[in-house]
């Protein structure tokens, strides 16, 4: 009982801030001011799920170059201490709650959280002016087409501090061996398929084992991959409706249970040699010779599969990302922080992971890697000297320079989707019962 009564009484105070946020708007806003320390620092506030070794360095440096500026990072989680059952949800209710009241932190660590919603609220600060007047800043030294990917509706409305690419990658040895042909500018995954049985068929001539397109890959791991660039077909974010009881799902997951069964990817785990194409994350440009020269002696780039009219480039996936609570007091001197991370300063620090956003250092990263290789002073982790041809180095380049595909999946409908296809997949439900449950579930959460 005493749940319930909180339930309902954390309802009404949401009603009441929703309605302050349709009716104040920025009159309340104006009435702030900005809250500041003893020594007359101006206290900027960061909200962040759990401590982030880049953020508390990035802290450090950002308050000794603004030391007019006091920082402070309030984390849900106390260092060290592990996600229990239910916590992520209390946070993201937390952080709503917040947000729709306009008295959350003034800026916002947005990984996980859902940025869209916040968008279409109004609750988050248009940063496009601010990088345009920003005196602190090259745009074209900036991975803009990071950025662009980042826009909504002509808004920008948050910004990393890195990225990390998820890539496609094929045995160009065997393509050219084979014959094949592939057209990965606009390959759809159909055409995939047909390709990858083809490829599978020549792989097992003169009596040898037959390889696979894909190994060590969960059939609802391709499912949802196959999705990716097809979400907004399936989730209809403005009207929060969802339509996987759909023929176009329930065909989906059927060609890629078939695929399956026919053996043309396995979720077994093989041998290196064993699989035609690869999908991996890259978190570093050392990755660009650090896996997939693992698995191939000449490695290829190629845009995945996807769907008609969408990009197969590599997808972006931002593992920081922060936004400006729209109501903030101190709106400026938010907007200063978030330059900062984008500046060399902060770049060069050793605790982020991921690409920078800075071009010219990872330009300089490929280029120190090519002297390496081209010295046979750079190794494979199994101690192998690396050959890498320097025309792939370029391929690198345009690999981080011209990714732009950027799908802002909502995580709780992932988890949906995984929790319910294997079902299908292990032949326990048909299709069909799957999708509807998907479906059901999805528009209960969209109505939330």
């Given at each position: 009982?005493?749940?319930?009564?909180?339930?309902?009484?954390?309802?009404?105070?949401?009603?009441?801030?929703?309605?302050?946020?349709?009716?104040?708007?920025?009159?309340?806003?104006?009435?702030?001011?900005?809250s500041s320390t003893k020594e007359g620092k101006v206290i900027v506030t960061l909200s962040i799920s759990e401590p982030e070794p880049f953020y508390e360095a990035a802290e450090r440096k950002f308050e000794a170059k603004y030391p007019h500026i006091d920082l402070q990072i309030k984390s849900f989680k106390k260092p060290g201490?592990?996600?229990?059952?239910?916590?992520?949800?209390?946070?993201?209710?937390?952080?709503?709650?917040?947000?729709?009241?306009?008295?959350?932190?003034?800026?916002?660590?947005?990984?996980?959280?859902?940025?869209?919603?916040?968008?279409?609220?109004?609750?988050?600060l248009d940063l496009n002016e601010k990088l345009?007047?920003?005196?602190?800043?090259?745009?074209?030294?900036?991975?803009?087409?990071?950025?662009?990917?980042?826009?909504?509706?002509?808004?920008?409305y948050t910004l990393?501090?890195?990225?990390?690419?998820?890539?496609?990658?094929?045995?160009?040895?065997?393509?050219?061996?084979?014959?094949?042909?592939?057209?990965?500018?606009?390959?759809?995954?159909?055409?995939?398929e047909q390709t990858a049985r083809k490829l599978v068929e020549l792989s097992g001539q003169d009596g040898k084992e037959p390889r696979y397109a894909l190994t060590a890959q969960p059939a609802d791991l391709t499912l949802v991959e196959q999705l990716f660039d097809r979400y907004s077909q399936f989730v209809n974010r403005k009207n929060q409706t969802a339509s996987f009881d759909s023929p176009v799902f329930i065909d989906m997951m059927e060609q890629v249970q078939q695929m399956y069964k026919d053996k043309v990817i396995t979720d077994e785990s093989t041998t290196e040699s064993s699989q035609l194409f690869y999908s991996d994350i890259l978190a570093s440009a050392d990755d660009f010779i650090r896996i997939p020269y693992m698995y191939f002696s000449q490695p290829k780039?190629?845009?995945?599969?996807?769907?008609?009219?969408?990009t197969g480039k590599a997808r972006i996936i931002l593992p920081l990302e922060l936004g400006i609570q729209a109501k903030s007091a101190v709106k400026e001197e938010a907007w200063t922080f978030i330059a900062f991370l984008l500046s060399e300063d902060a770049q060069?620090?050793?605790?982020?992971?991921?690409?920078?956003?800075?071009?010219?250092?990872?330009?300089?990263?490929?280029?120190?890697?090519?002297?390496?290789?081209?010295?046979g002073a750079y190794k494979l982790a199994d101690g192998k000297v690396a050959q890498v041809a320097e025309k792939q180095f370029d391929q690198?380049?345009?690999?981080?320079?011209t990714a732009d595909n950027l799908q802002e999946l909502d995580a709780k409908v992932l988890s949906i989707i995984y929790t319910e296809?294997?079902?299908?997949?292990?032949?326990?439900?048909s299709a069909k019962e799957v999708a509807q449950l998907i479906q059901n579930r999805v528009n209960t959460y969209l109505k939330e």
């Open positions: 009982m005493k749940n319930k009564w909180i339930e309902v009484a954390i309802s009404c105070v949401c009603l009441m801030m929703i309605t302050a946020c349709g009716t104040g708007g920025d009159r309340d806003n104006d009435k702030k001011e900005k201490e592990k996600w229990e059952a239910g916590e992520m949800d209390k946070y993201k209710k937390s952080i709503d709650v917040a947000m729709l009241a306009g008295t959350s932190a003034d800026l916002i660590e947005l990984s996980g959280l859902p940025a869209a919603k916040y968008v279409s609220k109004k609750l988050l345009k007047q920003d005196q602190t800043l090259s745009q074209q030294d900036l991975q803009m087409n990071i950025v662009d990917a980042l826009k909504k509706d002509g808004g920008l990393p501090a890195s990225f990390s690419l998820r890539t496609f990658v094929g045995d160009e040895a065997f393509l050219l061996q084979s014959g094949v042909t592939i057209d990965d500018e606009n390959w759809t995954w159909q055409q995939f780039f190629l845009q995945k599969p996807h769907a008609k009219g969408e060069l620090l050793s605790e982020r992971d991921g690409f920078s956003m800075l071009r010219s250092l990872n330009d300089k990263k490929l280029e120190d890697m090519k002297a390496q290789v081209k010295k690198f380049k345009t690999v981080i320079n296809a294997p079902f299908f997949f292990s032949g326990h439900k």
